[in-house]
T-cell receptor
């Protein structure tokens, strides 16, 4: 398997624009996670899905953030409108399960977002 | 909320040295703890996962221990190599739905 795939790898946009980040999890993994990493706050869990259903979105910072998983092989994280403080690296990760050895998460390479 | 702290923030050692990275957490009621490695500009790679009922896990030159009562975990790296240079993060899972990461220890192994 190619691992978790994220696109784009880099995104530069202007404040107020809509941004869509994409993720393809590892085939067969039932769980998908979206994280944000900044120097100030470190790595934070934003939301995670189980079998395409959002389970916990308590980490989503504001209503400007939304995430969807229309099928088992694709998820999006959308920011509308974007603000400079949203600048960060956004990671997607997937795992087989959430119990025992299946809990191991596999991370994508991340999308570096810069909002001017 | 679980607070996860990693000390030191950065560490530089000569090649071949054995070293210990520390992770502390404030709430001892955890589901599991995981150690990750992050290379510059890349995502995280899982190294070791310790379940709440376990005391340690080993993989090659790496050994991670867990002491829930004291709220501590250590990652031991034996015979360090320049290729071990990276940032090491620990992640604590207090329950089924939450994951809390430490800020990491940036390790530099000098040839």
């Amino acid at each position: 398997d190619a691992g978790v795939i994220q696109s784009p790898r880099h995104e530069v946009t202007e404040m107020g624009q809509e941004v869509t980040l994409r993720c393809k999890p590892i085939s067969g993994h039932d769980y998908l996670f979206w994280y944000r990493q900044t120097m100030m706050r470190g790595l934070e869990l934003l939301i995670y899905f189980n079998n395409n259903v959002p389970i916990d979105d308590s980490g989503m910072p504001e209503d400007r953030f939304s995430a969807k998983m229309p099928n088992a092989s694709f998820s999006t994280l959308k920011i509308q409108p974007s603000e400079p403080r949203d600048s960060a690296v956004y990671f997607c990760a997937s795992s087989l399960g959430l119990a025992g050895s299946t809990d191991t998460q596999y991370f994508g390479p991340g999308t570096r977002l810069t909002v001017l | 909320k679980q607070e996860v702290t990693q000390i030191p923030a950065a560490l530089s050692v000569p090649e071949g040295e054995n070293l210990v990275l520390n992770c502390s957490f404030t709430d001892s009621a955890i589901y599991n703890l995981q150690w990750f490695r992050q290379d510059p500009g890349k995502g995280l790679t899982s190294l070791l996962l310790i379940q709440s009922s376990q005391r340690e896990q080993t993989s090659g030159r790496l050994n991670a221990s867990l002491d829930k009562s004291s709220g501590r975990s250590t990652l031991y790296i034996a015979a360090s190599q320049p290729g071990d240079s990276a940032t090491y993060l620990c992640a604590v899972r207090p329950n089924f739905n939450k994951f809390y990461f430490g800020s990491g220890t940036k390790l530099n192994v000098k040839p």
